[in-house]
């Protein structure tokens, strides 16, 4: 009786130490360094000239966006605290948040988001051109008012101005870029943002200092005092940087999947699988419909029933990410269907082939493809690999090439000049963005990142044509399940499989990730634990 | 001579006019969109990419390209990177010190090392000093610096902590004055003697081979016989015979050097030059690699200028003409 009452009284205070120090550890601190590497030096520290990852990590946390995303891809306050959209879905009216200030001292006003909308991305913004002209009005209707008025109803304009890397654009300061052209403007290099961190130092060729924004309009955010961003080129010292503790975080792009194992069983790292959600990246096997075997679509098909992407995940991620079994990664769950997936079947493929006119001959050969790949990530080149081996036993002969990541940019997309490439295509935060431009027949364009497959169906262009002007989210949801299916029934590409989204960071920090954009958002939240 | 080292540098400036030349032509040659490069990882629209193809000129023929160029650089105008939209001079001047500094310590660390223990090893030839210095010599001789360079990091920065692993400075706790001379050197460490071990086996080598041929000459015995102090014979009478030919060694190594400093710096993600042309390479930033280009050109022909006027130093027998 005594023994069981001291070892519950034990237990008691062990419970309750425990939950103190729990507690206490999980207390978000003032204070700290991060580090953050980036594979490369960034070309400006803007978000409104590229759509590069590396510029947009950095800019993030020194502006500020007019709204957020959540992960369920619904919109959330940031400058703009809230806003309404009118019964007919063409106007849309934010109010901002009164108190924000820019790191000079001057206020945030409607001005500054008037002027970002219709001077940067209307007008140099890489992708502002694409939606622009669907704009009637954007307007500041007095100090804290913003308006935008469309021409037709968009329905994913607000995930679209939240989508910081794609169409989007962080808020800039009117009173700055005025006057002066927004592409040259020498705060480009020295920017004065909004946002929770300041803009102190840019060492060429080293490193990015930003520190804590005093001043912030989120009260009590950020934490950390400052955040570092070191250019560190090369993978496996990066690696060893990071070990060492030279380096606190390795965001999903950069991170070595094969070591993903090894540094979750260290308790010196935090491992952890998000931060792409709203990238929804998956990688895909591109076909050229202008090669005579490729353009038939029982031959596709075939490869499809050729091609164990059970395999090529596990092989390629270091079973890390998972086969994708439609053209849009699941995270961007409202609208996922797995249906027309295809089944492992080689005897099926052999059988689809034989049918199809290409029968093996004496050497138990086929046809032959050309599969190209770019350098720079190594899990395309292993995906390439076992597909590549895959498809030699259905006596597809495929003769393999690596290419520079600039070359094959240019091959595959302006010279369209390969039979099959891996490749990775970024499908989220809405598909409308990075879906609907792969396989629009209009997107049969000499330019990277759209229909190099020469892809075409009315039927497809139809749905794409119209879901966008769907407001209701169940609605839009039907017809993008019925865009799956008939991209998963044509196959201009076969989806292989969705990357993984594994990201480290120094244990020393906590909250790093917090949002669907977390490999690129701001730090606000990250804290120090010392 | 001062008529031959005039020469000399018209000659170097002709050799340095043509490098840009094909150069030019070579680099655009090349697959690749520099375009492509700078628009990201989203698909942009083709009036996006038309516009900054206007922006920058590229729209325009290769030969109208290459003549505006060669117009700016008759100006010393190295025209304005298309990446970072800078000045292309203020760019690498920003890299040059770093990789200058990486440079420096490596060849004093390689030439002087490398030279004493070859004398050294000469002075007690087949002795086991000797054998153990010439067989370190062949592996330093054929290990690849990036490979050698991840080891350094796994001892040094990794498994013993006694060595940063990246970089030019601490950036957790950033020092000024005296303390930030002491981080640099820190930091200078590893990537200087991965970057010396080649060059330090290269010399080393040379030197040892030109030292055996000096000492069966016919005055290292008119010295020995005039009972000069045999570390005399070898320190003053051989190896200033021995070391000519590895002053030109020297010399040539320089551009041998800036190549590899592409590597080591990458590795090591130390600021300087070498890696600017990679990630230059990589973009198609195509002004600062013509940039880079014209620079290394120039320093190797000046290089080679110097080389030769430290021959009339240390020989007396030279003398130009």
């Given at each position: 009786m005594y023994q069981a009452l001291c070892r519950s009284g034990a237990l008691a205070v062990a419970l309750l130490l425990g939950t103190v120090t729990w507690g206490h550890a999980q207390e978000p601190q003032p204070g700290g360094t991060f580090i953050a590497a980036l594979e490369g030096e960034p070309a400006t520290l803007t978000a409104h000239l590229t759509t590069d990852a590396v510029a947009v990590s950095v800019a993030s946390n020194i502006f500020s966006n007019l709204i957020g995303l959540d992960y369920d891809f619904n919109p959330v306050p940031e400058l703009a605290k809230s806003w309404t959209v009118s019964e007919d879905g063409l106007t849309y009216t934010f109010n901002l948040e009164e108190n924000a200030q820019w790191h000079d001292g001057q206020p945030v006003t409607a001005a500054d988001v008037e002027y970002t909308f219709a001077e940067v991305l209307a007008k140099v913004h890489p992708r502002g051109s694409s939606w622009w002209p669907n704009v009637e009005s954007a307007k500041a209707l007095d100090t804290h008012t913003f308006e935008v008025k469309l021409k037709s109803p968009y329905a994913p304009f607000l995930t679209m101005i939240a989508s910081t890397l794609s169409s989007g654009a962080l808020i800039l300061p009117k009173h700055i870029y005025e006057g002066a052209d927004p592409r040259t403007n020498p705060a480009n290099l020295k920017p004065v943002g909004s946002g929770p961190f300041k803009f102190e130092a840019w060492e060429a060729g080293n490193n990015i200092v930003l520190v804590k924004n005093e001043n912030y309009w989120k009260p009590n955010l950020p934490y950390l005092d400052r955040i570092v961003f070191r250019f560190t080129p090369d993978e496996a010292s990066r690696l060893i940087a990071f070990e060492a503790g030279d380096v606190d975080f390795l965001h999903s792009y950069i991170m070595p999947i094969d070591q993903a194992q090894r540094l979750r069983a260290d308790d010196r790292f935090t491992v952890v699988n998000s931060g792409l959600e709203a990238v929804a990246p998956n990688d895909f096997l591109l076909f050229n419909l202008r090669n005579e075997a490729l353009s038939k679509l029982e031959v596709r098909q075939a490869l499809a029933h050729a091609i164990d992407r059970k395999e090529v995940a596990a092989k390629s991620t270091f079973s890390e990410g998972v086969p994708a079994n439609s053209f849009v990664n699941s995270s961007l769950h409202w609208l996922f269907t797995e249906e027309g997936n295809y089944s492992f079947d080689p005897a099926q493929a052999e059988k689809m082939l034989d049918a199809a006119?290409?029968?093996?001959?004496?050497?138990?050969?086929?046809?032959?493809?050309?599969?190209?790949?770019?350098?720079?990530?190594?899990?395309?080149?292993?995906?390439?690999?076992?597909?590549?081996?895959?498809?030699?036993?259905?006596?597809?002969?495929?003769?393999a090439q690596a290419m520079e990541r600039t070359t094959f940019i240019e091959e595959v997309f302006t010279n369209w000049n390969f039979d099959m490439a891996v490749q990775g295509f970024t499908t989220g935060p809405d598909p409308t963005f990075n879906v609907t431009p792969r396989y629009h027949t209009a997107q049969i364009k000499k330019i990277p990142f759209v229909n190099a497959m020469g892809y075409s169906n009315p039927k497809l262009d139809e749905l794409f044509d119209s879901e966008y002007k769907m407001l209701d989210r169940g609605e839009r949801a039907e017809s993008w399940k019925e865009v799956q299916r008939i991209l998963m029934a044509d196959l201009p590409a076969l989806p292989l499989f969705e990357l993984t989204q594994t990201s480290a960071f120094s244990a020393k920090f906590k909250d790093v990730i917090t949002g669907p954009l977390g490999y690129i958002q701001n730090r606000e939240r990250a804290f120090y634990i010392p | 001579m001062l008529s031959y080292f005039a020469r000399r540098v018209w000659q170097g400036f002709l050799v340095i006019v043509v490098i840009i030349c094909l150069n030019f032509f070579l680099i655009h040659a090349a697959p690749g969109d520099p375009v492509n490069a700078l628009i990201g990882t989203m698909a942009p629209t083709p009036e996006y990419m038309e516009q900054v193809r206007r922006e920058y000129g590229l729209d325009e023929p290769l030969l109208w390209q290459f003549l505006r160029y060669a117009a700016r650089m008759a100006q010393f105008d190295f025209g304005e990177s298309l990446r970072f939209r800078q000045p292309v001079i203020d760019i690498i001047l920003a890299r040059l010190p770093a990789t200058l500094l990486l440079m420096g310590t490596a060849l004093v660390l390689s030439s002087t090392v490398g030279i004493v223990l070859a004398a050294a090893a000469a002075k007690f030839r087949d002795s086991w000093v000797d054998r153990v210095l010439t067989t370190t010599s062949i592996v330093g001789f054929a290990m690849p610096a990036f490979w050698l360079g991840q080891l350094m990091l796994i001892v040094f920065a990794l498994n013993l902590n006694w060595l940063p692993a990246q970089g030019m400075y601490s950036l957790r706790a950033p020092s000024d004055g005296f303390g930030r001379v002491l981080d640099i050197l820190r930091h200078l460490i590893l990537p200087a003697l991965t970057y010396s071990v080649y060059h330090l086996a290269l010399i080393y080598r040379l030197t040892r081979v030109k030292m055996h041929e000096a000492l069966a000459q016919d005055y290292i015995i008119a010295a020995r016989a005039r009972g000069v102090a045999e570390h005399r014979v070898v320190y003053v009478h051989a190896l200033r015979n021995a070391i000519l030919p590895v002053v030109t060694i020297i010399g040539l190594n320089f551009g041998f050097m800036l190549a590899g400093s592409v590597l080591?710096?990458?590795?090591?993600?130390?600021?300087?030059?070498?890696?600017?042309?990679?990630?230059?390479?990589?973009?198609?930033?195509?002004?600062?690699?013509?940039?880079?280009?014209?620079?290394?050109?120039?320093?190797?022909?000046?290089?080679?200028?110097?080389?030769?006027?430290?021959?009339?130093?240390?020989?007396?027998?030279?003398?130009?003409?």
């Amino acid at each position: 009786m005594y023994q069981a009452l001291c070892r519950s009284g034990a237990l008691a205070v062990a419970l309750l130490l425990g939950t103190v120090t729990w507690g206490h550890a999980q207390e978000p601190q003032p204070g700290g360094t991060f580090i953050a590497a980036l594979e490369g030096e960034p070309a400006t520290l803007t978000a409104h000239l590229t759509t590069d990852a590396v510029a947009v990590s950095v800019a993030s946390n020194i502006f500020s966006n007019l709204i957020g995303l959540d992960y369920d891809f619904n919109p959330v306050p940031e400058l703009a605290k809230s806003w309404t959209v009118s019964e007919d879905g063409l106007t849309y009216t934010f109010n901002l948040e009164e108190n924000a200030q820019w790191h000079d001292g001057q206020p945030v006003t409607a001005a500054d988001v008037e002027y970002t909308f219709a001077e940067v991305l209307a007008k140099v913004h890489p992708r502002g051109s694409s939606w622009w002209p669907n704009v009637e009005s954007a307007k500041a209707l007095d100090t804290h008012t913003f308006e935008v008025k469309l021409k037709s109803p968009y329905a994913p304009f607000l995930t679209m101005i939240a989508s910081t890397l794609s169409s989007g654009a962080l808020i800039l300061p009117k009173h700055i870029y005025e006057g002066a052209d927004p592409r040259t403007n020498p705060a480009n290099l020295k920017p004065v943002g909004s946002g929770p961190f300041k803009f102190e130092a840019w060492e060429a060729g080293n490193n990015i200092v930003l520190v804590k924004n005093e001043n912030y309009w989120k009260p009590n955010l950020p934490y950390l005092d400052r955040i570092v961003f070191r250019f560190t080129p090369d993978e496996a010292s990066r690696l060893i940087a990071f070990e060492a503790g030279d380096v606190d975080f390795l965001h999903s792009y950069i991170m070595p999947i094969d070591q993903a194992q090894r540094l979750r069983a260290d308790d010196r790292f935090t491992v952890v699988n998000s931060g792409l959600e709203a990238v929804a990246p998956n990688d895909f096997l591109l076909f050229n419909l202008r090669n005579e075997a490729l353009s038939k679509l029982e031959v596709r098909q075939a490869l499809a029933h050729a091609i164990d992407r059970k395999e090529v995940a596990a092989k390629s991620t270091f079973s890390e990410g998972v086969p994708a079994n439609s053209f849009v990664n699941s995270s961007l769950h409202w609208l996922f269907t797995e249906e027309g997936n295809y089944s492992f079947d080689p005897a099926q493929a052999e059988k689809m082939l034989d049918a199809a006119g290409y029968p093996r001959k004496q050497d138990g050969t086929r046809f032959e493809l050309r599969l190209v790949w770019a350098t720079g990530r190594p899990y395309e080149a292993r995906a390439g690999e076992v597909v590549k081996d895959q498809l030699s036993r259905i006596g597809v002969t495929v003769v393999a090439q690596a290419m520079e990541r600039t070359t094959f940019i240019e091959e595959v997309f302006t010279n369209w000049n390969f039979d099959m490439a891996v490749q990775g295509f970024t499908t989220g935060p809405d598909p409308t963005f990075n879906v609907t431009p792969r396989y629009h027949t209009a997107q049969i364009k000499k330019i990277p990142f759209v229909n190099a497959m020469g892809y075409s169906n009315p039927k497809l262009d139809e749905l794409f044509d119209s879901e966008y002007k769907m407001l209701d989210r169940g609605e839009r949801a039907e017809s993008w399940k019925e865009v799956q299916r008939i991209l998963m029934a044509d196959l201009p590409a076969l989806p292989l499989f969705e990357l993984t989204q594994t990201s480290a960071f120094s244990a020393k920090f906590k909250d790093v990730i917090t949002g669907p954009l977390g490999y690129i958002q701001n730090r606000e939240r990250a804290f120090y634990i010392p | 001579m001062l008529s031959y080292f005039a020469r000399r540098v018209w000659q170097g400036f002709l050799v340095i006019v043509v490098i840009i030349c094909l150069n030019f032509f070579l680099i655009h040659a090349a697959p690749g969109d520099p375009v492509n490069a700078l628009i990201g990882t989203m698909a942009p629209t083709p009036e996006y990419m038309e516009q900054v193809r206007r922006e920058y000129g590229l729209d325009e023929p290769l030969l109208w390209q290459f003549l505006r160029y060669a117009a700016r650089m008759a100006q010393f105008d190295f025209g304005e990177s298309l990446r970072f939209r800078q000045p292309v001079i203020d760019i690498i001047l920003a890299r040059l010190p770093a990789t200058l500094l990486l440079m420096g310590t490596a060849l004093v660390l390689s030439s002087t090392v490398g030279i004493v223990l070859a004398a050294a090893a000469a002075k007690f030839r087949d002795s086991w000093v000797d054998r153990v210095l010439t067989t370190t010599s062949i592996v330093g001789f054929a290990m690849p610096a990036f490979w050698l360079g991840q080891l350094m990091l796994i001892v040094f920065a990794l498994n013993l902590n006694w060595l940063p692993a990246q970089g030019m400075y601490s950036l957790r706790a950033p020092s000024d004055g005296f303390g930030r001379v002491l981080d640099i050197l820190r930091h200078l460490i590893l990537p200087a003697l991965t970057y010396s071990v080649y060059h330090l086996a290269l010399i080393y080598r040379l030197t040892r081979v030109k030292m055996h041929e000096a000492l069966a000459q016919d005055y290292i015995i008119a010295a020995r016989a005039r009972g000069v102090a045999e570390h005399r014979v070898v320190y003053v009478h051989a190896l200033r015979n021995a070391i000519l030919p590895v002053v030109t060694i020297i010399g040539l190594n320089f551009g041998f050097m800036l190549a590899g400093s592409v590597l080591v710096e990458t590795v090591f993600a130390w600021p300087g030059l070498g890696r600017l042309f990679y990630e230059a390479i990589s973009a198609r930033d195509y002004p600062v690699l013509m940039g880079i280009f014209t620079l290394v050109s120039g320093m190797v022909v000046i290089a080679n200028i110097l080389t030769d006027m430290l021959y009339a130093v240390i020989d007396p027998r030279v003398v130009y003409g």
